[in-house]
């Protein structure tokens, strides 16, 4: 499995000859890795709706013939929007297309879509599984802390894990710590943090705590990318 961290809370997966964008947030992100239309994807899965989630998910998903795949509500927004093809699931649901597997988990969030002046309700924020070729990303998606990721560790076979640390919206480092240790997959990505000033963390310092939990972390700069 190969991830490319995109900024904020966007990677680019690629694995079993399937490449899989969560979360893009490109336009206006001062930390974007590339331009939405140099994108190449066969899905677009979305955590919530929150704008520096959703940004680029439309335009990316059209410009690639792909669907959307996110929880009910907020893929029949993207559907009404002009979104080609959508698939929405919800918490704990499970689905496999074209190679390509999501699972969703609970997260610990809230979650709404800003269109102009209107706010739209936009389901459950949700975490992903993501299987490709063999092997399982786990996004935490936007979340804090919560005790059932023991669980999820314990029922899934998770070979990389990718939690926010920026704080103040999400889990900060020290909550993330001890999710990564209970969620127990050796590989970590911190996502969420250093895109503004104010969820700015120390991803090198991050990296270095997760050593006594026996994990690796990557924390990646926007654009760089890691083999798992
Ligand atoms: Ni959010
Ligand atoms: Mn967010």
Redesign the pocket.
Known sequence: MHITFLGH?GLLVEGGGRRVVIDPFLTGNPKAAMKPEDVKADAVVLTHG?G??IGDALAIANANDCPIIAVVELAGYFGRKGAKKTIGMNTGGSFETNGIRVKFTQAFHSSSVQDGDQLFYAGQPQGVLLTLGGQTLYHAG?TALFSDMKMIGERHKIDVQALPIGDF??MGPDDALDAAAWIGAKHVIPI?YNTFPGIAQDGAAFAANLEASGLKGHPLEPGQSVEI
């Open positions: 809370a929150h520096d989630h936007d919206y999400t969420h």
